[in-house]
């Protein structure tokens, strides 16, 4: 079963931020949570990942909380592009990390 | 750089039959990884192939077997197909060692399956 939570689906006008948030509580301290979204009938998309500190790329940042148990995907100036099912997904690294994927969230940019 | 591709896009087959999916990774990757995604779901994990054997497995059924080449490319194969099988088959490329900057998979478009 996943290991994260998160709101079935969220709106977000364009050109504004959008804040994506995942509740972790039982993360373990070796692993990562990751960030992928999915376009309709398109394979996953990487966005970001993390282990302990905040991150930031060219798609988005990660927000991770001091005791891990949740964090929050920003994506800065969201376009209509953006529209898409985002999963947050906790990963043990190891020999290539295995993805649990839950339902995600399901977010829809209006102009 | 081509990314992962996949083959064939789409596929219909008969409840009972076999089907061999196939998945080339992108270059420089050396794990592949394949996912079920149902209708409204989110991608299951079945199983993941590295240096030619199978390295994690999910839960799923004998049924679902597979195979990864010298040069890493990947084939996933479905016994005895079920109506229920009837699903997107993504595949998910990997480098196994790469360093925290660059532990990402990428997916490839997949492969809809239909089983009738």
């Known amino acids: 079963d996943a290991k994260t939570t998160q709101p079935t689906s969220m709106d977000c006008a364009e050109g504004r931020a959008a804040n994506l948030p995942c509740n972790h509580s039982?993360?373990?301290?070796?692993?990562?949570v990751y960030w992928y979204r999915q376009i309709h009938s398109q394979g996953p998309q990487y966005i970001i990942h993390?282990?302990?500190n905040n991150e930031t790329n060219e798609m988005a940042s990660l927000i991770i909380t001091e005791d891990r148990k949740s964090s929050t995907l920003i994506l800065p100036h969201a376009t209509l592009r953006d529209t898409a099912v985002y999963y947050c997904?906790?990963?043990?690294?190891?020999?290539?990390?295995?993805?649990?994927f839950g339902q995600g969230t399901e977010l829809s940019v209006k102009p | 750089d081509a990314g992962v591709t996949q083959s064939p896009t789409h596929l219909i087959k008969t409840r009972g039959q076999q089907v061999t999916l196939r998945c080339s990774p992108k270059?420089?990757?050396?794990?592949v990884s394949w996912y079920q995604q149902a209708l409204g779901q989110g991608p299951q994990f079945i199983f993941q192939?590295?240096?030619?054997?199978?390295?994690q497995r999910g839960n799923f059924p004998d049924r679902f077997s597979g195979h990864q080449f010298p040069n890493y490319s990947s084939e996933l194969n479905v016994n005895a197909l079920l109506l229920g099988d009837s699903a997107l088959y993504l595949c998910?490329?990997?480098?196994?060692?790469?360093?925290?900057?660059?532990?990402?998979?990428?997916f490839g478009p997949g492969t809809r399956l239909t089983v009738t």
């Open positions: 998910a490329s990997s480098e196994t060692g790469a360093r925290d900057h660059e532990r990402e998979q990428y």
């Open positions: 039982t993360i373990s301290g070796n692993e990562y």
């Open positions: 993390g282990l302990k």
């Open positions: 997904i906790v990963s043990l690294y190891n020999q290539g990390g295995k993805l649990i």
């Open positions: 270059s420089g990757h050396d794990t």
């Open positions: 192939y590295y240096e030619e054997e199978e390295r």
